[in-house]
C-alpha cells in the first residue's frame, strides 16, 4: 500500500510509519518538520495542514491508497485536510478519542456511546476542548469522498510517549526511595502501547475496514499496583511505594489525573474512567502486548534518549508532584497513620 501519514515524526504517529515500513508498505509523511525528526525512509512533504496552499501543494499529483491521521485536533482543519485528499486516497484513518464520547470519564463507553455534539465545522473557541475530537471526527465522516476509519484510543504509552505519563511514573521510580501513590494498589488501569494502536489501525486498512473502533487495553487487565511494580522491576529499582488515601490527597489539593499521572478518583465523575469496552477491537485482532514488555522497551527508549529538555506536560498543566511537595505528602500521611493508630 502506499500510505500518507499527516505528523508522522513522533509518538503514535511515528508508530504508525515504523509498523508500515516494517510491512513493506510506501509511506508519505507530511508536516513542518518541527515536532521531530523524520524516520528514514519515508517520502518527506514539508508544510501546514492549516495552510490551503500547502495542502493543495501536498495532493498535487499524488494518490494513495490510505491517509493517516494522528495529528488532527480542530474540526475545521480536519474538514479541510479530508476534503483536500478527497480523489487522492481511498480511505481515511483518523485517530480520535475517548473525549470523543460525551459520557466519558463518568461512565464506560463504547462504539455506540453517544458522541459531543460538536460541529464538524466548530472552531476550538466553540466548543468545550474535550468535544472538539468529536466535531473532528465528524468533519472526516463528512468531507472524504471515501472509506472513513475512525479509532478511539484512550491512555496511549510507549516508547516515544510525548506527553509523558508513563515517563514520569518510571523515572519516578528509578529514584527509588518512598513513592506517593493515589488510593489503592488494586485500582484497575487501562492503557494500550502507541505501536499496538499502529498494528491494529493498519490491519483494518489492509482488510479495507470502516467505521470506529475503540482501542485501550482490556476491562481489568491491570492494576495500577502492576503498573508501578513493573515500572520499579524495569528501572531496578528498590522504591518502597505508598498508597495514600485519596481523600487525603484532595484535602492537601493534588490535582486529579495530573499531580500524580493517572490517577482517576473513585468517585462519580471518573467512574467509567478505566471501563471502556475494547470488545469490537479485541473481536477484530487487536494484539495487546504485555504491559511488561511496554515498560521495559520504553524504559530502554528513555535511557536512550537522555534528559528530557524540559518538565512533562498535559497541554500547559505540569505532571506529577516535586520531590519537595511529595516528601512533605509522605511525612504528613505517615503523622496522620501514627496518630490514628496510637
Avoid at 515504523?18 to 515536532?35: C, D, K, P
Avoid at 482488510?207 to 481489568?220: D, E, N, Q, S
Avoid at 522504591?239 to 493534588?254: I, N, Q, R
Wanted: glycine share 12%; charged share 25%.
Amino acid at each position: 500500500m502506499r500510505i500518507l501519514i499527516l505528523g508522522g515524526s513522533v509518538f503514535l504517529g511515528r508508530a504508525f510509519v515504523t509498523e508500515a515500513q516494517r510491512r513493506g508498505h510506501e509511506v508519505t509523511v507530511f508536516n513542518r518538520g518541527r515536532s521531530g525528526t523524520d524516520p528514514e525512509g519515508v517520502e518527506v512533504v514539508r508544510g501546514d495542514r492549516e495552510v490551503a496552499d500547502d495542502l493543495r501543494r501536498l495532493a498535487e499529483d499524488h494518490t494513495w491508497d490510505a491517509v493517516v491521521d494522528t495529528s488532527g485536533m480542530h474540526p475545521r482543519v480536519v474538514g479541510e485536510s479530508a476534503r483536500a485528499l478527497s480523489g487522492h486516497a481511498g480511505a481515511y484513518l483518523f485517530v480520535s478519542s475517548f473525549h470523543a464520547y460525551e459520557g466519558w470519564p463518568a461512565e464506560a463507553v463504547s462504539e455506540t456511546s453517544p458522541r459531543h455534539a460538536c460541529a464538524s465545522d466548530a472552531a476550538p473557541d466553540d466548543v468545550t476542548y474535550n468535544a472538539l475530537k468529536a466535531g473532528c471526527e465528524r468533519a472526516v465522516e463528512e468531507s472524504f469522498a471515501g472509506d472513513a476509519l475512525i479509532l478511539n484510543p484512550g491512555v496511549i504509552v510507549g516508547p516515544h510517549e510525548s506527553t509523558g505519563r508513563l515517563l514520569w511514573w518510571l523515572e519516578r521510580m528509578a529514584r527509588g526511595g518512598q513513592v506517593l501513590a493515589p488510593g489503592r494498589a488494586d485500582q484497575s488501569v487501562q492503557v494500550i502501547d502507541a505501536r499496538d494502536i499502529a498494528a491494529f489501525g493498519l490491519d483494518q486498512l489492509e482488510v479495507k475496514a470502516t467505521g470506529r473502533f475503540l482501542v485501550t487495553g482490556p476491562v481489568g487487565a491491570t492494576s495500577f499496583g502492576d503498573l508501578l511494580a513493573g515500572c520499579a522491576e524495569v528501572t531496578g529499582s528498590d522504591a518502597e511505594v505508598v498508597w495514600v488515601d485519596e481523600t487525603f490527597l484532595l484535602d492537601k489539593e493534588v490535582a486529579v489525573w495530573t499531580g500524580l499521572p493517572l490517577w482517576a478518583v473513585d468517585q462519580p465523575g471518573m467512574a467509567g474512567t478505566w471501563l471502556a469496552s475494547s470488545d469490537k477491537a479485541l473481536a477484530a485482532g487487536l494484539r495487546c502486548r504485555p504491559l511488561a514488555e511496554t515498560l521495559r522497551d520504553t524504559w530502554q527508549w528513555l535511557q536512550d534518549r537522555g534528559p528530557a529538555a524540559g518538565p512533562y506536560k498535559q497541554g500547559t498543566t505540569l505532571l506529577g508532584l516535586e520531590p519537595e511537595q511529595e516528601q512533605r505528602l509522605l511525612a504528613e500521611w505517615g503523622a496522620r497513620r501514627g496518630s490514628e493508630s496510637a
